[in-house]
């Protein structure tokens, strides 16, 4: 009887799937011979359900654009110069989105759009819409302010390009390049086919009213 009992507590204990498998099998001999292929592999349970459980866990489709959007993160926080940029510029944005293109490993420049309704003057130096509009300007990380071809200079440098603009740095190139630039600026809007500045500034001013009156608060 005590031999039968640990018999029978063994079979008990013993894995359920095994004994399943192995009284198929056994079972199939009286099966027809097409009937006696099985589409399956006698493994362990547990290691085969292990490897499923990896297999579920490693399929994340959120995790490529969560990593994106931390390394963007992390670019707006290790910018070296930042670069005020007019969004509604088609030229300008040819070369806003060739530096960008440039500079996406790096993250070596904060672009902003000065014409977006987010821009603050108090976040860049106290350089509000008009002031930007009328020549380029950039901030470089410890707060320095400059404009015209050297600050076209400075971005290049932050995205490799230096040699570029790297005449401009002897006198005589840079009188002539500031001049060349001075023109473009002053007639930048007329070129692209938009309406004068002071056009811009009181379309800009009604919009804000109306959304001051909107939501009674300012956004602009």
Not at 12 to 18: D, G, I, M, Q, Y
Not at 93 to 118: Q, T
């Amino acid at each position: 009887m005590a031999l039968r009992s640990a018999i029978s507590i063994g079979r008990r204990r013993a894995n359920p799937v095994l004994f399943s498998a192995t009284s198929v099998f056994t079972n199939s001999k009286s099966l027809p011979h097409s009937h006696r292929s099985f589409p399956f592999h006698v493994t362990k349970p547990g290691l085969q359900h292990s490897i499923r459980a990896i297999q579920g866990t490693t399929v994340n489709p959120i995790t490529p654009k969560r990593d994106e959007e931390m390394k963007q993160d992390n670019n707006d926080q290790n910018w070296k110069i930042k670069m005020l940029y007019d969004g509604d510029c088609p030229l300008c944005m040819r070369e806003v989105n060739m530096l960008r293109e440039k500079d996406k490993e790096n993250g070596a420049i904060k672009f902003v759009n000065i014409s977006s309704e987010d821009y603050s003057p108090e976040e860049n130096q106290g350089l509000d819409y008009k002031i930007v509009m009328g020549k380029i300007h950039a901030i470089l990380s410890d707060g320095t302010v400059v404009t015209n071809v050297e600050a076209f200079r400075k971005l290049y440098e932050a995205v490799g390009l230096g040699w570029v603009y790297a005449i401009t740095k002897y006198k005589p190139v840079a009188i002539v390049a500031e001049a060349v630039y001075g023109v473009w600026a002053k007639y930048r809007l007329q070129i692209t086919g938009r309406p004068p500045i002071e056009q811009i500034l009181e379309s800009r001013r009604m919009k804000k009213d109306e959304v001051c009156n909107d939501s009674n608060s300012c956004k602009m």
